[in-house]
């Protein structure tokens, strides 16, 4: 991998290299360039995760012609493919270098071995939701346990904004999450549901199911779940799997007029 990055960088494929660099013994995010080659003797690999593709977003956002490569994982893949349906990269300026995780371990639902949740807790088991658990299960308790459930987890939120910080899919200029006229500002625990529901909603067609937000957040409450079940109505209604394709998105499935009969949610 540092032959390769090295000779994209010297015959110009690339630009720039966003990958991992040890520092004090942790592999952090680190940007390669042709100026300072030598660094990418310390380029690895290494088990952390952060998202390279935001890092990519940014950066290209003020260097719109800037080829940027990086390294990818199954669901830095994804989340390239949403954010080049949202256009907010161009596929032609990415080029990216892939490592697989460990494939026997990636689920059906691009579940990630680096981020296996930890057990839930007897308290959590019993009055909150298990971050283990499937939709199908969540939705086997009653409407009302559900809610109480979900307020349960949605209370010990300390408005961080970790989850939404850390999201690779997250790239809004204006955040609904600040805006007093949605959600009422200067408390903590935030406004809920209605904080959670409307980050959930906003991660229909969005969240690739990576997973990072549930483990920058402090709280361990089950937001994988949560978005899950968005995805899954997204799936349901527009025939869409997020993350899966570059060029469709559910907008554009949408047509010019819209024929499809709403379904109950
Ligand atoms: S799992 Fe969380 S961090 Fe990953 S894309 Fe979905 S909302 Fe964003
Ligand atoms: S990371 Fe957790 S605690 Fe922080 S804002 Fe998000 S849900 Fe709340």
Not at 28 to 42: A, G, V, Y
Not at 99 to 115: A, I, Q, T, W
Not at 119 to 131: I, P, R, S
Not at 177 to 203: K, N, Q, W, Y
Request: aromatic letters at 8%.
């Amino acid at each position: 991998m540092q032959e390769q990055v090295r000779e994209w960088l010297e015959q110009d494929r690339v630009d720039i290299f966003l990958g991992y660099k040890m520092l004090q013994g942790h592999p952090l995010p680190h940007c390669f360039t042709k100026e300072n080659i030598d660094e990418i003797d310390k380029l690895v690999v290494g088990k952390a995760r952060y998202s390279l593709e935001k890092m990519a977003t940014k950066i290209a956002a003020k260097h719109p012609d800037l080829k940027i490569g990086l390294l990818t994982r199954d669901c830095n893949q994804r989340a390239l493919n949403v954010l080049y349906v949202w256009n907010q990269l161009k596929p032609d300026n990415i080029e990216t270098i892939s490592v697989n995780c460990c494939p026997s371990k990636l689920k059906e639902h691009g579940d990630c071995s680096y981020l296996e949740p930890e057990q839930a807790g007897f308290l959590k088991k019993m009055v909150g939701m298990d971050n283990n658990m499937e939709v199908e299960a969540a939705e086997a308790f009653s409407q009302e346990d559900r809610f109480n459930r979900w307020m349960y987890e949605f209370q010990k939120c300390i408005k961080c904004y970790g989850c939404r910080d850390i999201c690779p899919v997250c790239f809004c200029k204006e955040c609904s999450l600040e805006h007093s006229d949605l959600i009422a500002t200067g408390t903590i625990p935030p406004e809920f549901p209605i904080f959670h529901l409307v980050r959930a909603v906003h991660m229909a067609g969005r969240c690739i199911d990576c997973g990072l937000c549930e483990d920058a957040c402090p709280a361990y409450i089950s937001l994988r779940l949560l978005y899950r079940k968005v995805n899954e109505t997204v799936s349901d209604v527009f025939d869409y799997k997020t993350g899966t394709s570059a060029d469709q998105s559910p907008f554009n499935m949408l047509g010019d007029e819209v024929t499809l009969e709403p379904k109950p949610i």
